[in-house]
T-cell receptor
Framework: GQSLEQPSEVTAVEGAIVQINCTYQ??????LSWYQQHDGGAPTFLSYNALDGLEETGRFSSFLSRSDSYGYLLLQELQMKDSASYFCAPLNRDDKIIFGKGTRLHILP | GAGVSQSPSNKVTEKGKDVELRCDPISGHTALYWYRQSLGQGLEFLIYFQGNSAPDKSGLPSDRFSAERTGGSVSTLTIQRTQQEDSAVYLC??????????????FGPGTRLTVT
């Protein structure tokens, strides 16, 4: 079967660093994507990890450990505009991307 | 360039009526996905088209739901005999598996369906 776990909500302070964890179970795993969705908006792609290790894109970094079926999204220098929902989305061998319930990130001034 | 478009943006229908939702993917994208998102919830996978392969319909919640993709481009999601629990935002996404970042999905703005 398939399963996906990430915290439902995370709260952090503006300017700080926050990590959103994701554990997954899916057959034929290829890689892990992360998407951001602001209220009322459509999801937008943030990053994709095909290999173990850290991928950095500006203030955002994403990490993958295949052996642990685990990944995380790291957001640095948090800004109020980062308040959104974040979805980890494993890709499997059928080219199907599975989205979970996402993590709602609240940022306090 | 043009992104994924969906129509209508909003649809209010009476319980029991049929509705059709349309998705125009990015030109050249071979993969097309439909998702459903209820208020404050995650994305629920509905159906996936990839090129000329048979679609993956494993996420369709009931036989009232169907979708087709004509000519490998435009897709229509049809919901027959709508029920109040069908109320949600229906999102379409496309991707190009030959792209720099394969499997990156580009989402449309969604269709907000309200069944009264």
């Amino acid at each position: 079967g398939q399963s996906l776990e990430q915290p439902s909500e995370v709260t952090a302070v503006e300017g700080a660093i926050v990590q959103i964890n994701c554990t997954y179970q899916t057959s034929g795993f290829y890689g892990l994507s992360w998407y951001q969705q602001h209220d009322g908006g459509a999801p937008t792609f943030l990053s994709y990890n095909a290999l173990d290790g850290l991928e950095e894109t500006g203030r955002f970094s994403s990490f993958l450990s295949r052996s642990d079926s685990y990944g995380y999204l790291l957001l640095q220098e948090l800004q109020m505009k980062d308040s959104a929902s974040y979805f980890c989305a494993p890709l499997n061998r059928d080219d199907k991307i599975i989205f979970g319930k996402g993590t709602r990130l609240h940022i306090l001034p | 360039g043009a992104g994924v478009s969906q129509s209508p943006s909003n649809k209010v229908t009476e319980k029991g009526k049929d509705v059709e939702l349309r998705c125009d993917p990015i030109s050249g994208h071979t993969a097309l996905y439909w998702y459903r998102q209820s208020l404050g919830q995650g994305l629920e996978f509905l159906i996936y088209f990839q090129g000329n392969s048979a679609p993956d319909k494993s996420g369709l919640p009931s036989d009232r739901f169907s979708a087709e993709r004509t000519g490998g481009s435009v897709s229509t999601l049809t919901i027959q005999r709508t029920q109040q629990e069908d109320s949600a935002v229906y999102l379409c996404a496309s991707s190009n598996d030959a792209g720099t970042v394969p499997y990156e999905q580009y989402f449309g703005p969604g269709t907000r369906l309200t069944v009264t």
